[in-house]
T-cell receptor, first 115, second 110 residues
Framework: EAGVAQSPRYKIIEKRQSVAFWCNPI?????LYWYQQILGQGPKLLIQ????????DSQLPKDRFSAERLKGVDSTLKIQPAKLEDSAVYLC?????????????FGPGTRLTVT | RKEVEQDPGPFNVPEGATVAFNCTYS??????FFWYRQDCRKEPKLLMS???SGNEDGRFTAQLNRASQYISLLIRDSKLSDSATYLC???????????FGGGTRVLVKP
């Protein structure tokens, strides 16, 4: 079974530029998550989708971050404009359903450096 | 206070030794608990769930203490391949919103 796919794997941009990340979850997984992991910290949930609807975006900085999951499959996360503190690994995860007992599977992440 | 707190380590462990570390959580309404493992520059992967009665998976034992609001992970007979960061994860609601601790780094040395 193919895992969660993410691209690009690495991205370097200058502050105030825009960037977009793409995620393809495991086939059949209804729930998709975007996390931000700053070096030395644990992942922090940015947004959670159930199919193509947003379940939780309480920690998403909505003035600069946006995400969508059209057709309930692939998802994109965008940052516009980027700040230095956005330098982090952006992890996408998916699970079969919502619910505490459904394991979340993570993609390899996109490592973003903002200079 | 952070929702989930961990000693960042590193815990330097001789190969074959036993190592244990804890994680505390602040929300008494937390329902589910997990340990994830994250290798350097890799994604987190589920190591084990933590049940109220405690549970064991090979050389790994997890315990939950609801009264004191902490979970623990014990690794017996440490292998070099156990070197990783161990993330404590708490789910406080049925919607599968996970809150991660900052991780405990374990280095197993020959």
């Amino acid at each position: 079974e193919a895992g969660v796919a993410q691209s690009p794997r690495y991205k370097i941009i200058e502050k105030r530029q825009s960037v977009a990340f793409w995620c393809n979850p495991i086939s059949g997984h209804a729930t998709l998550y975007w996390y931000q992991q700053i070096l030395g910290q644990g992942p922090k949930l940015l947004i959670q989708f159930q199919n193509n609807g947003v379940v939780d975006d309480s920690q998403l900085p909505k003035d600069r971050f946006s995400a969508e999951r059209l057709k309930g499959v692939d998802s994109t996360l965008k940052i516009q404009p980027a700040k230095l503190e956005d330098s982090a690994v952006y992890l996408c995860a998916s699970s079969h359903m919502q619910g505490a007992h459904y394991e979340q599977y993570f993609g390899p992440g996109t490592r973003l450096t903002v200079t | 206070r952070k929702e989930v707190e961990q000693d960042p380590g590193p815990f330097n462990v001789p190969e074959g030794a036993t190592v244990a570390f804890n994680c505390t959580y602040s929300n008494s309404a937390s329902q589910s608990f997990f340990w994830y493992r994250q290798d350097c520059r890799k994604e987190p992967k589920l190591l084990m769930s933590v049940y109220s009665s405690g549970n064991e998976d090979g050389r790994f034992t997890a315990q939950l203490n609801r009264a004191s609001q902490y979970i623990s992970l014990l690794i017996r007979d440490s292998k070099l391949s156990d070197s990783a960061t161990y993330l404590c994860v708490v789910n406080k609601a049925a919607g599968n919103k996970l809150t991660f601790g900052g991780g405990t780094r374990v280095l197993v040395k020959p």
